[in-house]
Nanobody, 123 residues
């Protein structure tokens, strides 16, 4: 059983930055692919960014490339999402997710989810 808890969300203005954190559990944390998803009001959950287990390769949604950076600290059992140049359209609940790693696409297939943290960006 994997438990994930997000933190770091808040209310900011366009152009500001935030860093989200996701605290995980378990000694096998490094063996899981990790991702960030978000769900805006009235819309379906969408993929934001992900990082491969062990080797740490990353992938991003086109909408956040160049602005967001995903990283992980396996020693601290923590996943991060650095968000720069925030836009009002980034407003959403952001969810941390984990999956037993594979070499398939990082955009789907996640088994465990946090409860989310709210990010609100005003213009």
């Amino acid at each position: 059983q994997v438990q994930l808890v997000e933190s770091g969300g808040g209310l900011v203005q366009a152009g500001d930055s935030l860093r989200l954190s996701c605290a995980g559990s378990g000694r096998t944390f490094s063996g899981y692919d990790m991702g960030w998803f978000r769900q805006a009001p009235g819309k379906e959950r969408e993929f934001v960014a992900a990082i491969r287990r062990i080797i740490g390769s990353t992938t991003y949604a086109d909408s956040v490339k160049g602005r967001f950076t995903i990283s992980r600290d396996n020693a601290k059992i923590t996943l991060y999402l650095q968000m720069n140049g925030l836009k009002p359209e980034d407003t959403a609940v952001y969810y941390c997710a984990a999956r037993d790693g594979s070499y398939g696409s990082l955009t789907n297939g996640y088994d465990y989810w946090g409860r989310g943290t709210q990010v609100t960006v005003t213009s």
